[in-house]
């Protein structure tokens, strides 16, 4: 329960409209998207201004309470959970474009701008954005720059923190901090902007976000590559690279995760297929035709059962609808979900694909795998049930070894996803000692009252609820979909 | 499933901003209720009443959860605990299942429109909403002067020497019954001229929308359902100009079977449901010169607001817009999102009328930004929305049933 006062306070700052107490709100606010973890707000805020969120943060550090700030709650690690109760700073009203400049390709908006609205208004001006998370229909600019947000085209056109030119902030003691600029190429001191891509809220409130754009390609085209086996399709994946083609995504999807996504799609996916390959190439249309001929010819030499090109338009988005179904089709099979996030260098997927159908063997746990094969970027889940304590710590310990497999193999523990609740326990084993000492320092500089997004990113044992049981104080894990 | 993808496709949080606006949020709230977390207060019922049933979360859910079904089901479990509130319990229980009396109740409303309100620009007035009282000084059109079923005959056959190709029933709905009774007429005429025999049950009544859709109360909305499934007996069409009326009746079993028969019944009755586009374009197979421009829309610029009720319920797009590409004298622009819930949705636009408007604020820039002269739509429910919304901005904009655009 929050004190009234600070209700009070609260309530004048960002006006009663703003202000949710009531229980039938706050629950809204206790989940992600992921169906592990579940935890109460005492009070969400939905500021419609930086000086609100500034007056916001100022109170809160004055009283020491914890500021969980969340866009659209799309996220997958567990890290827009106010896992320590507190106020959840919610973006979703600070929503304005404030500029698209078509002689510059650089536009400022506001941090609650929905991904995909922003692009459908670029789309008109022959723009795009390229981080394309597959939550785009409902996550915030501003949650994709705190969580270094990408997706499949993360292969030809990088990962969010690759398109940040400025950012305004709020830090934990209301101060408002204006970081990088509008200009392409800015070098004036440290590169304070990227160090709030993937902070994922435990170092300010990013309000405004400035980012550079690409034109729209002109042409399009999708194809499809069908393997019997996962592990080649894998190498697939590294010969193409490996011969210096680079098209713009390259998805990888299991027969698992193909038979599912067509349940609940029926979109007419290949579900006979072991392994599907999915790849689209950008570029003019002579170049994207060609370039889809060249993979065509190396995913049948390497022994793909079938390789074309998709019959037309309305066959591609399918495919791609079918693509973006790949979360639900996982997260609704199970009550309880173990989604990874594992990323390798590109050609050590093989490598990785087979450890895991391994680890999976050994522990008699099948391993579902999809993933941004073109990335090295695999995410491979298991199924679980967190209420049945033996299915699932052995679920856990397969997340472990196919986490150490990926470390061994020079990879890292999240591609994408984030560190939040659901990585936090692998960061020591993960990461440079000193590199944690530097990122732990600097998290004490801008935030020493520890109050923003508390209980993520680091383990902090004894202080720290984390998965499962530990967390039954105010309302206990999610009983899946 | 959390996965939040229905998060830009709902009308109502685009407006609100706020998690219990979007599906994801209430059916976390239902989850919540059903597991003993939550009670049902009255905060929680006007979250779950925040709703236009619009359906577009479920298009877009990769899954395809039914949240309007959940929140159809949710209002349900509301009334048996607590009951309907006042004078929306009198409205749904005793007047709208009982078709005279509900006529004689809109007839003194209508007296009352002329006796207490201004009258406004057009035909649209001020006066508080027929069917509660609360209209917030909505503009909306008068009650009729003759209702429909007043004007027209139980059987009406194809004029002497035009062979009877079909025999179909239709469905006036309320508001084409008390508001708007010249689509009534003209939809008969069209239908008959073409060789259809058109029968007008007389023991119809209301299609129970606002009763168990809007209200969940479905020991009510049964009663209805058995009404209109005897009154239309053995006839194979039941022709809708009323998107609303049309999928509230083809999901009388989806919500309201109680038992294998209704089930059986319920669903055949629902098989029949036909809105009038659907019926002209795949069932009489009209040529394209069977559709003429009446005289008041020649040269005028159509666009066409796909009302959610018969685009994602009953599944019809391309029909209305076949026949107003067909139809010769008027040129048919499509807007952006045309799609888009207009945010009447019966009750919800009563009970949320500042959030309503929003909404439908969206559509109006839609429709202006086409350039066109006239929206036509399959729906009088949106029908009257947009004519508030127009008349509020002062706008040069007709609005139209598809129907009426015909000769």
Not at chain 2, 119 to 125: I, N, P, V
């Amino acid at each position: 329960m929050l004190d009234q006062a600070i209700a009070r306070k609260l309530k004048s700052i960002v006006g009663e409209e703003n202000l949710l107490l009531e229980k039938e709100d706050l629950l809204t606010y206790s989940y992600d998207a992921t169906n592990i973890w579940i935890h109460m707000p005492d009070a969400v805020v939905l500021p419609r201004t930086t000086s609100q969120v500034s007056s916001v943060m100022k109170l809160a550090n004055e009283y020491k309470i914890p500021v969980t700030p969340r866009g659209g709650g799309t996220n997958v690690s567990g890290g827009s959970i106010p896992i320590k109760g507190g106020i959840v700073l919610c973006t979703t009203r600070m929503n304005r474009i404030l500029s698209i400049n078509k002689a510059t390709l650089v536009a400022e908006v506001e941090t609650g701008v929905v991904m995909q609205e922003f692009n459908q208004i670029l789309a008109q001006e022959g723009l795009f954005y390229p981080p394309d998370p597959q939550s785009a229909a409902g996550c915030t600019v501003g949650g994709t720059v705190a969580e270094n947000a990408s997706g499949p085209y993360g292969l030809k056109y990088g990962v969010t923190k690759q398109y940040l030119l400025g950012l305004e902030v709020v830090l934990a003691n209301g101060d408002v901090a204006r970081l990088g600029g509008i200009t392409i190429k800015n070098r004036m001191g440290y590169e304070l902007t990227t160090l709030f891509a993937g902070s994922e809220g435990t170092l300010g409130i990013i309000t405004r976000i400035t980012v550079k754009l690409l034109p729209l390609p002109r042409a399009q085209r999708t194809m499809l590559a069908v393997f019997d086996s996962t592990e080649t399709a894998g190498e697939a994946v590294s010969r193409i690279i490996g011969r210096g083609i680079l098209p713009a995504k390259i998805e990888f999807v299991d027969n698992w995760f193909l038979r599912r996504m067509e349940e609940i799609t029926h979109l007419g996916l290949p579900v006979e297929a072991e392994a599907l390959l999915l790849i689209q190439s950008d570029g003019d249309i002579e170049s994207a035709d060609r370039e889809i001929q060249q993979i065509i010819t190396i995913c049948r030499d390497i022994g793909a059962r079938e390789a074309r090109a998709a019959a037309d338009e309305i066959e591609a988005n399918k495919l791609w609808q079918g693509r973006r179904s790949a979360f639900s089709a996982v997260y609704s099979s199970a009550p309880s979900v173990l989604s990874e996030d594992i990323t390798v260098p590109r050609d050590k997927l093989p490598d990785l694909i087979k450890r895991c159908n391994e680890i999976g063997k050994k522990h008699g746990f099948p391993i579902h795998m999809v993933g941004h094969a073109g990335d090295g970027n695999l995410h491979p889940a298991v199924l679980t049930d967190i209420r049945d304590k033996e299915n699932f710590s052995r679920a856990s310990r397969v997340i472990e070894e196919m986490i150490e497999a990926a470390l061994e193999l020079g990879g890292v523990l999240s591609g994408e996803h984030g560190i939040g609740l659901e990585k936090q326990r692998f960061m020591a084993r993960a990461m440079d000692p000193v590199a944690l000492r530097i990122m732990k320092e600097i998290k004490h500089l801008l935030d020493p009252n520890g109050i923003l997004n508390p209980g993520k990113y680091w383990e902090d044992r004894g202080v720290d609820h984390h998965r499962g049981e530990e967390i039954q104080g105010n309302r206990t894990f999610s009983q899946g979909s | 499933m959390k996965c939040g993808f229905c998060i830009s496709a709902c009308p109502v949080y685009r407006e609100e901003l706020v998690e219990s606006a979007v599906a994801r949020g209430k059916n976390q709230l239902v989850r919540g209720l059903l597991s003993g977390e939550l009670d049902l207060t009255r905060e929680l019922e006007e979250r779950l009443d925040k709703c236009t049933l619009c359906k577009t979360c479920t298009q877009n859910c990769p899954a395809g959860v039914q949240i309007p079904s959940v929140i159809i089901a949710a209002r349900a479990d509301k009334v048996r605990h607590r009951g309907i509130r006042f004078p929306y319990n009198v409205v749904y229980r005793s007047i709208l299942p009982r078709r005279i009396l509900f006529g004689r109740v809109v007839r003194a409303a209508g007296l009352a429109q002329k006796l207490f309100f201004p009258k406004g620009e057009g035909t649209l007035r001020h006066l508080p909403l027929i069917l509660s009282g609360l209209g917030k000084g909505r503009r909306i059109p008068e009650v009729a002067s003759h209702f429909l079923r007043e004007s027209v005959k139980e059987v009406n056959s194809p004029p002497a020497g035009t062979p009877v190709k079909l025999r179909a029933g239709y469905m006036t709905g309320c508001m084409t019954d008390y508001v708007f009774p010249d689509l009534g007429i003209k939809l008969i005429q069209f239908l008959t001229r073409n060789g259809v025999e058109v029968v007008v049950p007389r023991k119809q009544g209301c299609c129970g929308a606002p009763v168990y859709m809007g209200a969940g109360d479905f020991e009510t909305g049964r009663k209805m359902a058995d009404a209109n499934v005897a009154a239309f007996g053995d006839l194979d069409f039941v022709i809708v100009d009323c998107a609303t009326c049309g999928s509230a009746m083809q999901d009388y079993a989806r919500y309201l079977a109680d038992n294998e028969q209704r089930e059986k019944l319920y669903s055949e009755f629902g098989k029949k449901v036909i809105h009038i586009t659907a019926f002209l374009v795949d069932i009489l197979h009209l040529p394209s010169e069977a559709y003429q421009a009446a005289p008041d829309v020649r040269g005028k610029r159509v666009t066409w607001h796909d009302p959610c009720h018969l685009n994602r319920h009953m599944g019809v797009q391309e029909q209305p817009r076949q026949i107003l590409k067909s139809i010769s004298g008027i040129k048919f622009v499509e807007m952006s999102e045309p799609d888009r819930c207009c945010g009447m949705a019966g009750a919800f636009s009563l009970h949320f009328y500042e959030l309503s408007r929003k909404i439908v604020d969206r559509k109006i820039a839609s429709i202006v930004a086409s350039g066109a002269d006239i929206v036509a739509s399959g729906c009088p429910g949106c029908e009257i929305q947009l004519m508030d919304a127009i008349s509020r901005h002062k706008l040069p904009v007709k609005v139209m049933h598809i129907m009426e655009l015909l000769q």
